[in-house]
């Protein structure tokens, strides 16, 4: 079994949640005001939840990275996963589930439409989708772990239709 530190696991866990919330704004259009992918959706309300609970537990911010191309900062304190976002987003689907066992749609709308993003925020959002826009572009095609020799290898594709393909053959 694994013998590594699962605290890493939960903590990157969340983080990569974080960041499916922060590229589920692919999914909402700003002029109609509506969200095109439901799943995405949820993410981004996830993300906004954990965000609103404060606490200096989420922070996002475009930067500049090391070779001078703005880029966005997703940090999670993990200090803080258990005592800010884990209790945040636990009430936020009690109150989703007490939505769901009452049928009180009306009441879930409320829940989820409250994190539609308001005009305050378009423009520092549509600036943000623009450079998970340009992460989105450079899609990650998944690796294979090849055993070579009694030796576990990752093995890395291009991101690109020829990666993907190679690495469905290798694969499979």
Avoid at 36 to 56: F, N
Wanted: charged residues 30%; hydrophobic residues 40%; negative net charge.
């Amino acid at each position: 079994g694994f013998e590594g530190n699962w605290r890493d696991i939960s903590y990157v866990m969340w983080l990569d949640h974080m960041r499916d919330g922060l590229n589920g704004l692919m999914a909402y259009d700003f002029n109609d005001k509506e969200w095109k992918d439901s799943h995405r959706w949820a993410a981004y309300v996830i993300l906004s939840v954990v965000y609103e609970a404060g606490e200096d537990c989420l922070s996002i911010e475009k930067i500049i990275n090391a070779d001078g191309q703005e880029d966005v900062s997703i940090v999670l304190d993990e200090s803080k996963i258990d005592s800010v976002a884990l209790p945040a987003v636990s009430e936020f689907l009690r109150l989703l589930q007490r939505c769901k066992h009452n049928a009180n749609v009306d009441e879930a709308k409320r829940l989820f439409n409250k994190y539609i993003p308001g005009p305050e925020q378009k423009e520092w959002l549509m600036q943000l989708r623009s450079n998970v826009k340009t992460l989105d572009d450079m899609q990650l095609v998944q690796p294979n772990l090849v055993l070579t020799k009694g030796k576990v290898d990752l093995k890395d594709y291009q991101g690109n239709a020829e990666g993907v393909i190679q690495s469905v053959l290798d694969r499979y």
